[in-house]
């Protein structure tokens, strides 16, 4: 499929408020069923089951059995990440699961898999500055020293170099319309700083906080100052 097709086909699934109503869901990470989308879209089950199978025909949703029940998620982070992207441009899709003017959506939030709003910037800038990533094109390239510090911090670098998606990739933000730090290093990394407890979920749906350990080896060792940030 060529990239105008794509954009065609991409255009024409989320123009629907139903099925934007249910990739803006699916963007929290979690599978779902057709029955907890056809909630979240407000349609009828026979609407979901429709609008279901268009979304994965398109190729933008897979959809797994697991016993009597059927899950459908976004078909890969990459799809997930481009999709998530279309919020910077000041249209979020139907069913975001925070307002765009909370302070702490803006703030902290999974953009899919990796950290995004200004704690996101703020981290990405850090590694920039740092020399721990250096621009490249559309992307971001890892250098010796940078590696070396995530291999330190624990980050499972081999295993992001390893996936089938792009590496590391430069995600604009919609909040702070700079980019943030995406691709599988970006989700590598945030699955160690939750696994450190320098974030934590917060309960709602893509909203993560830094707790007072983050706020401490974030300033010790990126030199952020996170503390009341934005209030």
């Not at 997930?80 to 279309?86: D, E, K, N, Q, R």
């Not at 911090?153 to 998606?165: E, H, I």
Request: net charge positive; proline share 3%.
């Amino acid at each position: 499929m060529n990239v105008k097709a794509t954009m065609v086909t991409v255009g024409s699934m989320i123009g629907s408020p139903a099925r934007a109503a249910m990739i803006a869901a699916l963007l929290g990470r979690h599978a779902l069923t057709a029955t907890e989308l056809a909630r979240q879209a407000s349609v009828s089950s026979a609407s979901a089951s429709q609008h279901l199978a268009k979304l994965v025909a398109s190729g933008l949703l897979i959809v797994e059995r697991h016993g009597r029940h059927r899950y459908y998620s976004i078909a890969s982070a990459d799809i997930a990440a481009a999709l998530a992207t279309l919020e910077s441009l000041g249209a979020p899709l139907p069913g975001s699961p925070a307002p765009r003017g909370s302070v702490a959506i803006h703030r902290a939030r999974l953009c899919y898999d990796h950290v995004a709003g200004s704690l996101g910037v703020g981290i990405t800038d850090a590694m920039l500055e740092n020399g721990w990533l250096e621009p490249s094109g559309r992307d971001y390239r890892l250098t010796g020293p940078g590696d070396a510090f995530l291999r330190r911090l624990g980050v499972d670098v081999d295993g992001a170099r390893a996936k089938r998606r792009l590496f590391a990739r430069a995600c604009l933000d919609w909040s702070e319309r700079r980019a943030h730090l995406a691709g599988a290093l970006g989700a590598a990394l945030a699955t160690r700083l939750l696994e450190l407890d320098w974030l934590e979920r917060s309960g709602r749906a893509r909203e993560i906080s830094v707790t007072a350990r983050g706020e401490a080896e974030f300033a010790r060792l990126f030199g952020m100052t996170l503390a009341n940030e934005g209030e």
